[in-house]
């Protein structure tokens, strides 16, 4: 098959952690042909959508981690399937490109996550639709409301709803002298909408990536405990990742959610748990696939490129 990854710049990806990297060197290990498009090359001409696309040679090596052909343009249909890989923000310009894939798709291209299902799911709001797995949790602009559910809970956590990676999170207690700096900031002064939700104490056991390719739950979490003095167990906020397997709650989440989320089309879903609670879904370009295989041998990236050579 001709696989396209459409991602950030190459140079700016890390390959000792990077999961589409990890799944590009596992279709070329399945004999595929691995592309690569940055989101600024797309285009939509004439209604046909097409790209500038790079052929990668994959290597092992860390620091010299491919090969680039000559670049070439091609339909995206002209692919055999397409991830998109692109990181949030999840702005006006990732809203374009899911506009743009989606002319692909009615062009006949395999284009995953599918670019509706995306541009229909909010990361942070998606969770609220399982409001049996989730902790307290409310999504407002009025200052007086993010006012009242801090004084209800007392200890919460504030997030905008377009971040990745922890950035933007604040944990809020009710008598945090910068509480109304944080809310105004956050909140850009009552001009944008974000989610507040009732502080998890379990946070210190690590915040869990649960992945979830084609419908199918991953046997194992990668706990991502954070760092002394932190909030946040993010990984790019210096968590340290454990693999685990997953709890009887952890399955159960998983379990509920990978069939709804696997028949809109998200065939690479990750779910954030923290203790006994859902916070995220992760869909623009989930990640943890290498630091799961590397400490259990459970080969995520792999389990992709097959479920690729089926759908
Ligand atoms: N309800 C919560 N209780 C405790 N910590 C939380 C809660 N929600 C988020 N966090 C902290 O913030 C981090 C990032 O939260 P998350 O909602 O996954 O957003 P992001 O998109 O930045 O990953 C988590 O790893 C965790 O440390
Ligand atoms: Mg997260």
């Given at each position: 098959?001709?696989?396209?990854?459409?991602?950030?710049?190459?140079?700016?990806?890390?390959?000792?952690?990077?999961?589409?990297?990890?799944?590009?060197?596992?279709?070329?290990?399945?004999?595929?042909?691995?592309?690569?498009?940055?989101?600024?090359?797309?285009?939509?001409?004439?209604?046909?959508?097409?790209?500038?696309?790079?052929?990668?040679?994959?290597?092992?090596?860390?620091?010299?981690?491919?090969?680039?052909?000559?670049?070439?343009?091609?339909?995206?249909?002209?692919?055999?399937?397409?991830?998109?890989?692109?990181?949030?923000?999840?702005?006006?310009?990732?809203?374009?490109?899911?506009?743009?894939?989606?002319?692909?798709?009615?062009?006949?291209?395999?284009?995953?996550?599918?670019?509706?299902?995306?541009?229909?799911?909010?990361?942070?709001?998606?969770?609220t639709e399982f409001s049996q797995f989730t902790a307290p949790t409310l999504v407002?602009?009025?200052?007086?409301?993010?006012?009242?559910?801090?004084d209800e809970f007392g200890d919460v956590i504030l997030k905008p709803l377009d971040?990745?990676?922890?950035?933007?999170?604040?944990?809020?207690?009710?008598?945090?002298?910068?509480?109304?700096?944080?809310?105004?900031?956050?909140?850009?002064?009552?001009?944008?909408?974000?989610?507040?939700?009732?502080?998890?104490?379990?946070?210190?056991?690590?915040?869990?990536r649960i992945l979830i390719i084609g419908g199918e739950v991953m046997p194992y979490?990668?706990?991502?405990?954070?760092?002394?003095?932190?909030?946040?167990?993010?990984?790019?906020?210096?968590?340290?990742?454990?693999?685990?397997?997953?709890?009887?709650?952890?399955?159960?989440?998983?379990?509920?959610?990978?069939?709804?989320?696997?028949?809109?089309?998200?065939?690479?879903?990750?779910?954030?748990?923290?203790?006994?609670?859902?916070?995220?879904?992760?869909?623009?370009?989930?990640?943890?696939?290498?630091?799961?295989?590397?400490?259990?041998?459970?080969?995520?990236?792999?389990?992709?490129?097959?479920?690729?050579?089926?759908?």
């Amino acid at each position: 098959m001709k696989i396209a990854f459409i991602v950030d710049p190459l140079e700016g990806l890390k390959p000792y952690k990077d999961s589409s990297i990890a799944m590009m060197r596992a279709a070329q290990a399945r004999g595929h042909q691995v592309f690569a498009i940055l989101r600024k090359d797309l285009r939509l001409r004439d209604g046909v959508v097409s790209a500038r696309a790079v052929p990668l040679t994959l290597s092992a090596d860390n620091h010299d981690w491919y090969a680039a052909g000559a670049p070439g343009d091609f339909a995206l249909s002209a692919f055999d399937t397409v991830l998109m890989r692109q990181d949030p923000p999840f702005d006006f310009e990732y809203i374009t490109a899911t506009w743009l894939l989606e002319r692909a798709k009615a062009q006949g291209a395999k284009i995953w996550n599918d670019p509706r299902a995306v541009r229909d799911h909010s990361e942070k709001i998606a969770i609220t639709e399982f409001s049996q797995f989730t902790a307290p949790t409310l999504v407002a602009r009025a200052t007086e409301d993010i006012d009242a559910f801090i004084d209800e809970f007392g200890d919460v956590i504030l997030k905008p709803l377009d971040g990745m990676g922890g950035s933007g999170i604040f944990r809020v207690r009710r008598d945090d002298p910068n509480r109304n700096s944080i809310i105004e900031m956050l909140g850009q002064l009552g001009s944008q909408t974000v989610m507040a939700q009732r502080y998890i104490p379990a946070i210190s056991a690590g915040d869990k990536r649960i992945l979830i390719i084609g419908g199918e739950v991953m046997p194992y979490s990668l706990a991502r405990i954070p760092k002394a003095g932190e909030s946040r167990g993010n990984l790019a906020a210096g968590g340290r990742g454990v693999a685990q397997a997953l709890s009887p709650r952890d399955r159960e989440i998983a379990e509920t959610l990978a069939p709804i989320l696997w028949a809109r089309g998200l065939l690479i879903v990750g779910l954030d748990v923290i203790g006994d609670y859902l916070t995220e879904i992760n869909v623009t370009s989930p990640t943890c696939m290498v630091e799961i295989e590397a400490q259990t041998g459970c080969t995520v990236a792999t389990t992709v490129i097959k479920m690729l050579e089926q759908v």
